[in-house]
């Protein structure tokens, strides 16, 4: 099996829009997946990202972009898990995503093999390309040593053992990092909620850059908006 062909350069320096929604929020179904899909296209995105195969495949039929797609789970902690197992990447591959992304942190999943080990072990059965989330600098080093085509900080924040910053600005420090130390390319993904953000990123010379929640939760949006009205200013 492998995924469906594309030139990545078509990404570089690009946005990619991360259409997701879940759980009770209005937005969770496929078809509404598509229509943010479809607008992210309209509005000049390079790519998208989505989650589950219903997803992936509506929004493959809605655009002309390149998908990252992805499962989630959890780990015993109840922490998020990235497309846990072989199962879950064919069910991406063949909903027609192009990437598939994984969970390539140090934790062991549930099959028992840690992030790259898993990495690797994709590798070696399909050809396909991979984004490695990761939470920490070591674990993207480790992954693109491994074989990730592309690297991203998804994760960090979302492990027992990293914590987002307290300005609530990505952590810049730990992207220039894996952009001067990587072998793979870096995509920024996680905690981008401005233009001015996202273009710092690539100032900081990351490939690309993955923008979600700001753009495609409007809940989530609105309960900022909410909370930063209803705070009293010091």
């Known amino acids: 099996m492998s995924a469906s062909p594309f030139d990545i350069s078509n990404l570089r320096g690009g946005l990619i829009v991360s259409c997701q929604s879940e759980g009770e929020d209005p937005f969770n179904r496929a078809e509404s997946i598509a229509r943010f899909a479809r607008a992210a ?11 589950q195969a219903e997803n992936i495949a509506a929004v493959k039929a809605a655009v002309e972009l390149p998908v990252i797609g992805i499962t989630k789970s959890e780990y015993p902690d109840g922490s998020v898990l990235i497309t846990p197992g072989l199962a879950d990447v064919e069910a991406v591959m063949t909903a027609g995503a192009e990437i598939v992304a994984m969970d390539a942190t140090s934790r ?11 990495l690797q072990h994709v590798k070696t059965k399909y050809d396909v390309t991979i984004m490695a989330d990761v939470a920490t600098l070591e674990e993207g080093l480790a992954a693109a040593a491994a074989g990730a ?3 991203g900080p998804t994760l960090h924040g979302y492990t027992p053992y990293t914590q987002r910053p307290a300005s609530g600005e990505p952590d810049w420090a730990l992207l220039e990092a894996l952009v001067t130390q990587a072998v793979a390319p870096v995509i920024m993904e996680g905690g981008i909620w401005t233009p001015a953000q996202a273009r710092k990123a690539l100032d900081l010379g990351v490939f690309a850059v993955v923008v979600g929640t700001a753009i495609t939760r409007p809940r989530v949006i609105t309960q900022v908006f909410v909370e930063a009205m209803q705070s009293k200013s010091e």
Do not use: L
């Open 41 to 51: 296209e309209m509005g000049g995105a390079v790519g998208i990202r989505a989650r």
């Open 108 to 118: 062991r999943r549930p099959n028992g093999m840690d992030g790259c080990a898993f």
């Open 149 to 151: 085509d592309f690297v």
